[in-house]
């Protein structure tokens, strides 16, 4: 899956159409793979960058994306419910790697193969060292994962008032959350979804913009 997906649009919803208006202090962005999004962030100011990558070979080419700029924190670990390590199911771009086993992914996409596996750290983003303070938007493209990732992070969702999150309509990965299960999670947390981006390619899978709407 495309790592920039729809993100642009969803920042034109959030930028240059009228009745939003929400300063973005900071973006905790989770499964960044290669910093694709970094210059995007840039050109909308967004000063304060947190970084999540749990692939090795990644987060290497990561760290030539945001060079030395003092104002993104990299991290190379996986965020999700759990400490400790877990397995990754690797295919050779890094882009539809995933904590979880592939499922209909492997009908949609025949060209992507899973053929390896990686051990990798993971932790819960409420258990992380930051200055929550400085990041009220959240990006999380983990391919199926996203419900895990929310989960480990109630606490700091006290924070965020933006979330992009990949969404899925079928079990692209084995055990994902659906499209509902996340709006779900989302709405006892105070928040709604305003915007949804379908990929052209069959629809199964998107994007989701939430905007918190009340402080649960």
Known sequence: MEILGAVPNIFKQLYDKTGIVIPIRGCIHVGAHEGQEYPLYK?????????????????ELLKKTIKDDIFVDARNIALG???????????????????????????????????????????????EDFIRDNYNFMNIDVQGYELEVLKGAVNSLK??????SEIN??????????????????SDYGFQRYATYWQQDGGTWGDGLYLKVNNA
């Open 159 to 164: 924070y965020i008032d933006i979330i992009i």
């Open 81 to 127: 419910n759990t400490s400790g390590t877990v397995e990754m199911h690797l295919e050779d771009r890094g882009l539809s790697s995933s904590v979880l086993k592939p499922k209909h992914h492997l009908e949609q996409y025949p060209q992507i193969k899973f053929e390896k596996t990686e051990t990798v750290n993971i932790a819960r983003l409420d258990d």
């Open 43 to 59: 050109h909308y100011g967004i000063k304060n960058l947190l970084f999540y990558e749990a692939l090795p070979d990644n987060f």
């Open 169 to 186: 309509k079928e079990e692209m990965y084995e055990g994902c959350a659906l499209v509902e299960d996340v709006d779900e999670f989302l």
